[in-house]
């Protein structure tokens, strides 16, 4: 999901300050270039049709674009927008393209399911294989399918209090899974509360969920010490309010303290499948007693997957079970698991989601991780560049930030949104917050360097330097 911030100057940070003070002056110029090159978007957007805020979804209009572009094709990585503009996209979708818009297996599968059903609420002729697939690529031994990772994240949250008989759930500050309830809440002074920017909150969050800074093991261990939590929610990488590292034995100690008190860990990695073949749990050798994969992993068609351990399933069907009544579990909705996601999770996992599309994948990002560091150092700017596998994002202060309260203050709403628009007119979109950047298997070397060079022009600009070429 896309939030924006109001724009600020930083007054605690003269150099910042100036920095942000040129980044709005570029701004302006930046949003006027943009709409003389999209009359027809323009028009379309003055018209007015029959949407709310005239979108699809009313997020559409929080990026730093004076208006949405308006896309007329998507294959790849390139992206044309109905006034004709083509542009390389880095930001995927948030993570949903993660491997190219239309990859060719994902469009076979479509044609060739397309005449068999698309949904029965019935397994189709694809589920042994998928199941056999996901259990080899991501370990756990027992999965089940749903349409989007705030779906799988709300199962798996229902299943680890089904399994536990306790209520509560732990959040790391500042933490995205989707448009979950319980997750959807700040530390603030000390205290769990429902985000302020909720619409239609009706009851506290802070009831059944307590959430912690991210790399704070004394927090875990005292937040899990009443016995009171069912499950520890977790980004192996928190990646929406910056991407936030864990620090070196954090994992370690997560999965020993949840052990101990009887909680069970789910990571949620609908961004961090970016980290490698079988995500950040696979790459790094975690070990989740429930694991959640969204966006990427159909090739773009609405499916998700969520795993569980031997035990964890033998306690949930023990619990389904024991139920003294007849009727609706909570978990599942009609269009899980239908012949339509199983074709494209298994042309997806047997011919995308492979060892050699990662090597590619690294192959231009290690181009653009590269770049954009010597960029920055040639420009004097005292930022960072934070990667997991194929996503990368420059971070606005010299060393990596360990939690959400750095994360929220190194942050510039006012730069962020100049160098995303300054980055579009030059031929390339990122995400429309903090400017990640997403490397596709088709993008092309050429790429990964015009983007280099696209950015150390704008760094150069916002730092009133001229980079080294």
């Given at each position: 999901?896309?939030?924006?911030?109001?724009?600020?100057?930083?007054?605690?940070?003269?150099?910042?300050?100036?920095?942000?003070?040129?980044?709005?002056?570029?701004?302006?110029?930046?949003?006027r270039?943009?709409?003389?090159?999209?009359?027809?978007?323009?028009?379309?957007?003055?018209?007015?049709?029959?949407?709310?805020?005239?979108?699809?979804?009313?997020?559409?209009?929080?990026?730093?674009?004076?208006?949405?572009?308006?896309?007329?094709?998507?294959?790849?990585?390139r992206?044309?927008?109905?006034?004709?503009?083509?542009?390389?996209?880095?930001?995927?979708?948030?993570?949903?393209?993660?491997?190219?818009?239309?990859?060719?297996?994902i469009?076979?599968?479509?044609?060739?399911?397309?005449?068999?059903?698309?949904?029965?609420?019935?397994?189709?002729?694809?589920?042994?294989?998928?199941?056999?697939?996901?259990v080899?690529?991501?370990g756990?031994?027992?999965?089940?399918?749903?349409?989007?990772?705030?779906?799988?994240?709300?199962?798996?949250?229902?299943?680890?209090?089904?399994?536990?008989?306790?209520r509560?759930?732990?959040?790391?500050?500042?933490?995205?899974?989707?448009?979950?309830?319980?997750?959807?809440?700040?530390?603030?002074?000390?205290?769990?509360?429902?985000?302020?920017?909720?619409?239609?909150?009706?009851?506290?969050?802070?009831?059944?969920?307590?959430?912690?800074?991210?790399?704070?093991?004394?927090a875990?261990?005292?937040?899990?010490?009443?016995?009171?939590?069912?499950?520890?929610?977790?980004?192996?990488?928190?990646?929406?309010?910056?991407?936030?590292?864990?620090?070196?034995?954090?994992?370690?100690?997560?999965?020993r303290?949840?052990?101990?008190?009887?909680?069970?860990?789910?990571?949620?990695?609908?961004?961090?499948?970016?980290?490698?073949?079988?995500g950040?749990?696979?790459?790094?050798?975690?070990?989740?007693?429930?694991?959640?994969?969204?966006?990427?992993?159909?090739?773009?068609?609405?499916?998700?997957?969520?795993?569980?351990?031997?035990?964890?399933?033998?306690?949930?069907?023990?619990?389904?079970?024991?139920?003294?009544?007849?009727?609706?579990?909570?978990?599942?909705?009609?269009?899980?698991?239908?012949?339509?996601?199983?074709?494209?999770?298994?042309?997806?996992?047997?011919?995308?989601?492979?060892?050699?599309t990662y090597?590619?994948?690294?192959?231009?990002?290690?181009?653009?991780?590269?770049?954009?560091?010597?960029?920055?150092?040639?420009?004097?700017?005292?930022?960072?560049?934070?990667?997991v596998?194929?996503?990368?994002?420059?971070?606005?202060?010299?060393?990596?930030?360990?939690?959400?309260v750095?994360?929220?203050?190194?942050?510039?709403?006012?730069?962020?949104?100049?160098?995303?628009?300054?980055?579009?007119?030059?031929?390339?979109?990122?995400?429309?917050?903090?400017?990640?950047?997403?490397?596709?298997?088709?993008?092309?070397?050429?790429?990964?360097q015009?983007?280099?060079?696209?950015?150390?022009?704008?760094?150069?600009?916002?730092?009133?330097?001229?980079?080294?070429?």
């Amino acid at each position: 999901m896309i939030y924006r911030r109001g724009h600020r100057l930083n007054q605690q940070n003269p150099a910042l300050a100036e920095i942000e003070a040129r980044a709005a002056a570029m701004l302006s110029v930046e949003a006027r270039i943009y709409t003389e090159r999209r009359p027809k978007a323009l028009a379309s957007t003055q018209a007015g049709n029959g949407f709310f805020d005239g979108v699809p979804m009313h997020w559409m209009l929080d990026w730093p674009m004076p208006f949405p572009m308006i896309v007329d094709r998507a294959s790849g990585v390139r992206l044309t927008d109905v006034d004709g503009n083509e542009v390389v996209d880095l930001c995927l979708g948030d993570t949903g393209a993660m491997f190219g818009h239309g990859p060719a297996p994902i469009l076979r599968a479509l044609e060739g399911v397309a005449h068999r059903g698309l949904t029965t609420m019935l397994p189709s002729a694809d589920a042994n294989v998928v199941a056999s697939l996901l259990v080899e690529r991501f370990g756990l031994p027992r999965w089940q399918i749903a349409a989007t990772a705030s779906d799988a994240n709300r199962f798996a949250i229902r299943a680890a209090r089904a399994v536990t008989g306790r209520r509560k759930i732990l959040v790391f500050d500042g933490c995205y899974h989707g448009s979950v309830d319980e997750t959807l809440v700040d530390l603030v002074d000390g205290k769990t509360l429902s985000r302020a920017s909720l619409l239609g909150q009706a009851v506290d969050l802070g009831e059944n969920t307590i959430s912690i800074p991210f790399n704070d093991e004394e927090a875990l261990r005292a937040a899990l010490a009443s016995g009171e939590v069912a499950c520890v929610l977790a980004e192996p990488v928190m990646t929406n309010c910056g991407m936030i590292l864990p620090e070196e034995g954090f994992h370690d100690v997560l999965r020993r303290l949840t052990r101990e008190a009887g909680t069970l860990l789910l990571l949620d990695e609908t961004h961090t499948i970016s980290s490698g073949l079988g995500g950040y749990t696979a790459v790094h050798g975690l070990e989740p007693d429930i694991l959640v994969m969204g966006k990427p992993i159909g090739g773009g068609i609405p499916v998700s997957i969520w795993g569980m351990t031997f035990d964890v399933a033998a306690l949930l069907d023990k619990a389904r079970k024991a139920r003294e009544t007849s009727g609706h579990s909570g978990i599942g909705t009609t269009l899980s698991g239908s012949a339509l996601q199983l074709a494209c999770l298994r042309a997806s996992l047997e011919q995308i989601v492979t060892a050699e599309t990662y090597a590619r994948m690294g192959r231009q990002a290690d181009v653009i991780d590269e770049g954009l560091r010597a960029a920055i150092a040639d420009c004097g700017l005292p930022w960072t560049v934070t990667r997991v596998g194929a996503r990368l994002e420059v971070v606005f202060t010299d060393t990596p930030v360990r939690n959400a309260v750095e994360a929220r203050a190194a942050a510039s709403s006012t730069i962020e949104s100049a160098l995303h628009l300054a980055l579009l007119n030059r031929g390339f979109l990122v995400t429309p917050f903090h400017n990640m950047i997403l490397v596709a298997p088709p993008l092309e070397e050429h790429e990964a360097q015009g983007l280099v060079r696209a950015y150390r022009d704008v760094l150069g600009e916002l730092a009133a330097t001229k980079a080294a070429a």
